[in-house]
């Protein structure tokens, strides 16, 4: 997320030095985590604003598709036979490193045959291990891996940044709306392998009882539990409904709040996870403020979606 939110500040940067650019691109930007929602409309480079990005549990990517062709239909100006120059043909990048959680194959046909009809341009990548490319491949025939490191997210902002700059450059030339190649980094993604499909990685949502901040402990399977590979501090979280893999969590490793480093994670009533300092007592949920008693015991643990 740090990784995304620097490319867009350096697109912007590029942009808004680039007197083309100041005259001929505008941005908008659209995020689905916990849900899909417009965080930015169409806006000028000159007087665009960075958004905040929240890290949320899902990926609706159904109804973030059917909010990008509604803003394409009333935010993009179109050609009229009164003379009315519109605008160049929209560029759209998708970026995505989950499983869609909604219903989302009809909005990917409808989007797929305006990519198809040329009315629209658009690349996906894929960032990480778990992404279903095939669903991506409905979405637009160009999928690119990456993501998995720092290094693969600038190469693809660095890589839209010159496609915008060189369609800015281009506007009104035939194809000039288009792509540029991407760089050898960035490999088409037919090939991009799912750690285990039966087992995919699995994200806890947890909060921090002493300080009260949410964290996401990251889980991998490792053939006869799900062990933890990484623990992420943060500040803030958007939390759905969608709810994803079911698990005991005697087949999950436990793991430190990265918070406060208390040892121990519990399960309230109210299905959140919290961490504790003990086995045994009585805590107060961060999530529900309900106050119980507490004690060693199996029980079913919901993932996060997507």
Known sequence: MREVRDGIATLLDAMRADPRCLETV???VITFGAVARQVVPLTSVDHFSMPSLRLGTGTPLGSALNLLSNAIDTQVQRSTNLEIKGDWRPLCFIITDGLPTDEWRSAARAFRARV????ISAVALACGPDVEVAALKEVTPTVLQGGFDSTSIRTFFRWVTNSVRAASLGVGAV???????PPKELDNAV???IHDSSHPDLYLVSRCQKKRLPYVMKHRWNGRVYGSTENVPLEDLEVSTIAGTTVQSGE???SACPHCTNAIWASCVCSRLFCCP????RFTCPWCEGTN??????????????
């Open 26 to 28: 505008c941005l908008a």
């Open 116 to 119: 198809d009809s040329g009315s």
């Open 175 to 181: 194809g000039a709306e288009k792509f540029l190649a």
């Open 191 to 193: 090939n991009l392998k």
């Open 252 to 254: 999950v490793e436990p």
């Open 278 to 281: 003990t086995n045994h007592g």
């Open 293 to 306: 008693d507490f004690s060693p015991g199996n029980f079913s643990i919901t993932g996060s979606g997507g």
